[in-house]
């Protein structure tokens, strides 16, 4: 990838060789095409698609497990419609997520929790879990689930969204910090 990223750098200019140098790698128009497949599918949801998958899965199919557990498990996933992380893990993924928000000062141990625990249901993708478009989950959504959406998910995005790439990978060590504030946010296995 160091030529490839070389070369992009050259064409694109350095801030933005992270998000596009992958598109110079041989099989990224197969990867596009089938992102763009599942995509689709996934936009095309119905409330009774929704409905049928929350059915499916309230019952618990890993069992228990504590959060940091789940959080090391995104190491195996791989999001199949993620065109700039490009085959790259969800827990790297993660990573460029704190990583990001340590170089804008970021201190809020909140918006931490939510970027280490975010992507935490695509661990039901080793299950082959489809996820739900977020907007035909709104008529299962609470006042506390809409209130959550505004005051973390919002202003969050630009960290989920901005910091993503299959070539910037933070330190592996980034998230031990944050190890203890998980564990005592979520002190106990849940029933997944």
């Not at 070389?6 to 089938?34: C, M, Q």
């Not at 039901?124 to 609470?142: A, G, K, T, V």
């Not at 505004?150 to 998230?175: A, G, M």
Request: overall charge neutral; aromatic content about 10%; glycine content about 6%.
């Amino acid at each position: 990838m160091a030529a490839v990223s070389k070369t992009a750098g050259a064409l694109l200019g350095t801030p933005r060789v992270h998000r596009w140098a992958h598109r110079l790698a041989p099989g990224w128009r197969e990867f596009a095409d089938e992102a763009l497949a599942v995509s689709e599918r996934h936009w095309k949801q119905t409330h009774q698609t929704v409905a049928a998958l929350k059915r499916k899965y309230e019952e618990a199919v890993f069992g228990r497990q504590g959060i940091w557990e789940l959080v090391e498990k995104l190491a195996l996933c791989v999001d199949p419609t993620d065109g700039e992380l490009y085959g790259a893990s969800q827990l790297i993924h993660t990573r460029q997520v704190v990583a990001g928000m340590e170089r804008d000062g970021v201190s809020d141990p909140d918006f931490f929790l939510a970027a280490i625990t975010h992507d935490l249901g695509k661990v039901l993708w080793l299950l082959r879990y489809h996820s739900i478009l977020i907007e035909s989950s709104r008529p299962f959504m609470d006042a506390r689930d809409h209130a959550y959406l505004e005051r973390y998910l919002v202003p969050f995005r630009k960290y989920d969204q901005d910091t993503k790439s299959c070539c910037l990978l933070p330190p592996q060590n980034i998230l031990d910090k944050y190890r203890d504030l998980v564990e005592r946010t979520f002190p106990r296995s849940l029933l997944i």
